[in-house]
Protein backbone atom coordinates (compact mmCIF):
# COMPACT_ATOMS: atom_id res chain seq x y z
CA UNK A 1 0.00 0.00 0.00
CA UNK A 2 1.97 3.15 -1.37
CA UNK A 3 1.35 6.02 1.53
CA UNK A 4 2.70 8.86 -0.36
CA UNK A 5 2.05 9.07 -4.04
CA UNK A 6 3.07 11.25 -7.12
CA UNK A 7 1.28 10.09 -9.97
CA UNK A 8 2.98 11.78 -12.93
CA UNK A 9 6.23 10.27 -13.29
CA UNK A 10 7.52 12.99 -15.74
CA UNK A 11 6.40 16.90 -16.45
CA UNK A 12 7.55 18.93 -19.02
CA UNK A 13 7.99 22.68 -18.51
CA UNK A 14 8.95 25.86 -20.49
CA UNK A 15 12.07 27.83 -19.22
CA UNK A 16 10.37 30.94 -17.33
CA UNK A 17 6.99 29.45 -16.55
CA UNK A 18 5.46 28.08 -13.35
CA UNK A 19 6.30 24.02 -12.72
CA UNK A 20 3.94 22.37 -10.31
CA UNK A 21 4.61 19.07 -8.79
CA UNK A 22 1.54 17.03 -7.12
CA UNK A 23 1.94 14.73 -4.19
CA UNK A 24 -0.92 12.70 -2.62
CA UNK A 25 -1.05 11.06 0.95
CA UNK A 26 -3.01 8.63 2.42
CA UNK A 27 -1.94 8.18 6.00
CA UNK A 28 -3.61 11.02 8.20
CA UNK A 29 -0.84 10.59 10.54
CA UNK A 30 1.99 12.26 8.49
CA UNK A 31 2.15 15.83 9.96
CA UNK A 32 6.07 16.60 8.49
CA UNK A 33 5.91 16.56 4.66
CA UNK A 34 9.45 17.46 2.57
CA UNK A 35 10.92 17.74 -0.95
CA UNK A 36 13.90 16.34 -1.93
CA UNK A 37 15.72 17.15 -5.35
CA UNK A 38 17.70 14.43 -7.17
CA UNK A 39 20.22 14.85 -9.96
CA UNK A 40 21.88 11.71 -11.82
CA UNK A 41 24.35 9.99 -9.79
CA UNK A 42 24.31 12.36 -6.91
CA UNK A 43 22.18 11.77 -3.64
CA UNK A 44 18.83 13.55 -3.55
CA UNK A 45 18.82 16.93 -1.39
CA UNK A 46 16.68 18.23 0.66
CA UNK A 47 14.29 21.33 -1.28
CA UNK A 48 11.49 22.42 1.30
CA UNK A 49 9.39 21.32 4.22
CA UNK A 50 6.17 22.22 5.83
CA UNK A 51 4.89 21.31 9.03
CA UNK A 52 1.13 20.13 8.99
CA UNK A 53 0.29 23.36 11.37
CA UNK A 54 1.16 25.70 7.99
CA UNK A 55 -0.62 25.41 4.59
CA UNK A 56 2.42 27.07 2.91
CA UNK A 57 6.02 27.40 3.21
CA UNK A 58 7.99 30.00 0.76
CA UNK A 59 11.77 29.37 0.20
CA UNK A 60 12.94 31.63 -2.81
CA UNK A 61 11.15 30.09 -6.00
CA UNK A 62 10.00 27.20 -4.14
CA UNK A 63 6.50 26.86 -2.51
CA UNK A 64 5.36 24.21 -1.38
CA UNK A 65 1.20 24.44 -0.79
CA UNK A 66 0.00 21.77 1.78
CA UNK A 67 -4.12 21.03 1.58
CA UNK A 68 -4.40 18.76 4.70
CA UNK A 69 -8.42 18.09 4.22
CA UNK A 70 -7.54 16.72 0.63
CA UNK A 71 -4.44 15.06 2.12
CA UNK A 72 -2.54 17.14 -1.13
CA UNK A 73 0.42 18.96 -1.03
CA UNK A 74 2.53 20.55 -3.90
CA UNK A 75 5.36 22.30 -5.03
CA UNK A 76 5.43 25.22 -6.65
CA UNK A 77 8.35 26.56 -9.10
CA UNK A 78 8.59 29.81 -10.61
CA UNK A 79 10.09 31.06 -12.51
CA UNK A 80 11.68 27.47 -13.20
CA UNK A 81 15.42 27.13 -15.25
CA UNK A 82 17.01 24.55 -16.89
CA UNK A 83 19.02 24.11 -13.75
CA UNK A 84 15.96 22.66 -12.04
CA UNK A 85 15.70 19.49 -14.39
CA UNK A 86 15.90 16.68 -12.03
CA UNK A 87 13.72 14.07 -10.24
CA UNK A 88 11.30 15.49 -7.07
CA UNK A 89 10.80 12.97 -4.66
CA UNK A 90 7.90 13.68 -1.92
CA UNK A 91 8.06 12.58 2.07
CA UNK A 92 6.35 12.21 4.91
CA UNK A 93 6.89 11.93 8.10
CA UNK A 94 5.00 10.51 11.11
CA UNK A 95 5.68 11.69 14.66
CA UNK A 96 4.23 9.10 16.83
CA UNK A 97 5.89 5.91 18.19
CA UNK A 98 9.62 5.16 17.25
CA UNK A 99 9.84 6.17 13.89
CA UNK A 100 9.38 9.80 14.04
CA UNK A 101 12.47 10.03 12.15
CA UNK A 102 11.30 7.62 9.35
CA UNK A 103 10.54 9.35 5.77
CA UNK A 104 8.39 7.65 3.41
CA UNK A 105 9.20 8.68 0.12
CA UNK A 106 7.31 8.61 -2.99
CA UNK A 107 8.21 7.45 -6.61
CA UNK A 108 9.24 10.51 -7.82
CA UNK A 109 8.69 12.88 -10.70
CA UNK A 110 11.53 13.72 -13.29
CA UNK A 111 11.00 17.29 -14.30
CA UNK A 112 12.39 18.98 -17.78
CA UNK A 113 12.75 22.53 -17.99
CA UNK A 114 13.03 23.36 -21.60
CA UNK A 115 14.86 26.33 -22.35
CA UNK B 1 27.80 19.73 2.33
CA UNK B 2 25.65 16.03 3.81
CA UNK B 3 28.68 15.02 5.83
CA UNK B 4 27.91 11.57 4.66
CA UNK B 5 30.40 9.13 2.70
CA UNK B 6 29.44 6.23 0.45
CA UNK B 7 32.26 3.17 -0.34
CA UNK B 8 32.26 2.40 -3.05
CA UNK B 9 30.74 4.08 -5.39
CA UNK B 10 30.20 1.26 -7.70
CA UNK B 11 29.98 -2.53 -7.25
CA UNK B 12 29.72 -5.48 -9.31
CA UNK B 13 29.48 -9.00 -7.29
CA UNK B 14 28.35 -12.78 -8.16
CA UNK B 15 24.76 -13.74 -7.16
CA UNK B 16 25.68 -15.65 -3.96
CA UNK B 17 28.71 -13.69 -2.95
CA UNK B 18 28.26 -11.47 0.73
CA UNK B 19 29.46 -7.41 -0.40
CA UNK B 20 29.44 -4.80 2.51
CA UNK B 21 28.42 -0.97 1.73
CA UNK B 22 29.87 1.20 3.87
CA UNK B 23 28.63 4.66 4.86
CA UNK B 24 30.22 7.12 7.34
CA UNK B 25 29.18 10.62 8.21
CA UNK B 26 31.91 13.71 9.93
CA UNK B 27 29.08 14.55 12.33
CA UNK B 28 27.56 12.63 14.85
CA UNK B 29 23.43 12.51 14.24
CA UNK B 30 21.57 10.07 15.81
CA UNK B 31 19.68 8.68 12.94
CA UNK B 32 21.20 6.92 10.16
CA UNK B 33 19.51 4.96 7.41
CA UNK B 34 19.87 2.91 4.17
CA UNK B 35 17.51 3.26 1.29
CA UNK B 36 17.59 1.34 -2.27
CA UNK B 37 16.17 3.27 -5.27
CA UNK B 38 14.83 1.19 -8.20
CA UNK B 39 13.20 2.47 -10.67
CA UNK B 40 9.43 2.19 -10.47
CA UNK B 41 9.72 2.07 -6.80
CA UNK B 42 10.99 5.28 -5.85
CA UNK B 43 13.01 5.24 -2.24
CA UNK B 44 12.70 2.35 0.32
CA UNK B 45 13.95 2.39 3.64
CA UNK B 46 15.87 -0.96 4.35
CA UNK B 47 17.02 -0.03 7.83
CA UNK B 48 17.31 2.21 10.72
CA UNK B 49 19.42 3.64 13.46
CA UNK B 50 18.61 5.47 16.02
CA UNK B 51 21.83 5.06 17.80
CA UNK B 52 25.24 2.74 18.34
CA UNK B 53 23.90 -0.36 18.81
CA UNK B 54 20.44 0.42 18.00
CA UNK B 55 19.04 -0.37 14.72
CA UNK B 56 15.49 -1.35 13.19
CA UNK B 57 13.79 -3.09 10.04
CA UNK B 58 12.15 -0.54 7.33
CA UNK B 59 10.27 -1.43 4.56
CA UNK B 60 12.55 -4.30 2.65
CA UNK B 61 14.64 -5.35 4.84
CA UNK B 62 15.11 -9.09 3.63
CA UNK B 63 18.70 -10.34 2.69
CA UNK B 64 20.32 -7.13 4.30
CA UNK B 65 21.85 -6.98 7.75
CA UNK B 66 23.36 -3.96 9.56
CA UNK B 67 25.37 -2.83 12.50
CA UNK B 68 26.23 0.25 14.15
CA UNK B 69 29.21 -0.20 17.16
CA UNK B 70 30.01 3.53 16.50
CA UNK B 71 28.09 6.60 15.58
CA UNK B 72 29.96 7.42 12.89
CA UNK B 73 29.78 3.97 10.57
CA UNK B 74 26.79 2.35 9.98
CA UNK B 75 27.71 -0.55 7.07
CA UNK B 76 25.02 -2.07 5.45
CA UNK B 77 25.79 -6.50 4.26
CA UNK B 78 24.23 -7.89 1.98
CA UNK B 79 25.12 -11.64 3.26
CA UNK B 80 24.49 -13.74 -0.21
CA UNK B 81 23.94 -11.09 -3.26
CA UNK B 82 20.76 -11.32 -5.59
CA UNK B 83 20.09 -10.34 -8.78
CA UNK B 84 17.17 -8.49 -7.18
CA UNK B 85 19.85 -6.74 -4.73
CA UNK B 86 21.19 -4.37 -7.77
CA UNK B 87 20.06 -1.66 -6.83
CA UNK B 88 21.17 1.55 -6.38
CA UNK B 89 22.13 2.26 -2.02
CA UNK B 90 22.20 5.32 -0.16
CA UNK B 91 22.98 6.46 3.15
CA UNK B 92 21.41 9.41 4.81
CA UNK B 93 21.72 10.84 8.61
CA UNK B 94 19.34 12.89 10.30
CA UNK B 95 20.26 16.70 11.32
CA UNK B 96 19.57 19.98 10.97
CA UNK B 97 16.99 20.81 13.20
CA UNK B 98 13.03 18.83 12.11
CA UNK B 99 12.86 15.83 10.18
CA UNK B 100 15.19 15.97 7.77
CA UNK B 101 17.83 13.34 6.65
CA UNK B 102 20.93 13.98 4.15
CA UNK B 103 21.99 11.73 1.79
CA UNK B 104 25.27 9.81 0.63
CA UNK B 105 26.12 10.15 -3.28
CA UNK B 106 24.93 6.87 -2.89
CA UNK B 107 26.39 3.40 -3.98
CA UNK B 108 25.48 1.75 -7.71
CA UNK B 109 25.51 -2.16 -6.72
CA UNK B 110 25.57 -4.67 -9.60
CA UNK B 111 24.95 -8.55 -8.74
CA UNK B 112 25.46 -10.65 -11.85
Known amino acids: DQQVKQNSPSLSVQEGRISILNCDYT??????FLWYKKYPAEGPTFLIS?????DKNEDGRFTVFLNKSAKHLSLHIVPSQPGDSAVYFC??????????????FGKGTKLSVIP | DAGITQSPRYKITETGRQVTLMCHQT?????MFWYRQDLGHGLRLIYY???????DKGEVPDGYVVSRSKTENFPLTLESATRSQTSVYFC???????????FGPGTRLTVT
Open chain 1, 91 to 104: AASDASGAGSYQLT
Open chain 2, 92 to 102: ARSGGGGRKQY
Open chain 2, 27 to 31: WSHSY
Open chain 1, 27 to 32: NSMFDY
Open chain 1, 50 to 54: ISSIK
Open chain 2, 49 to 55: SAAADIT
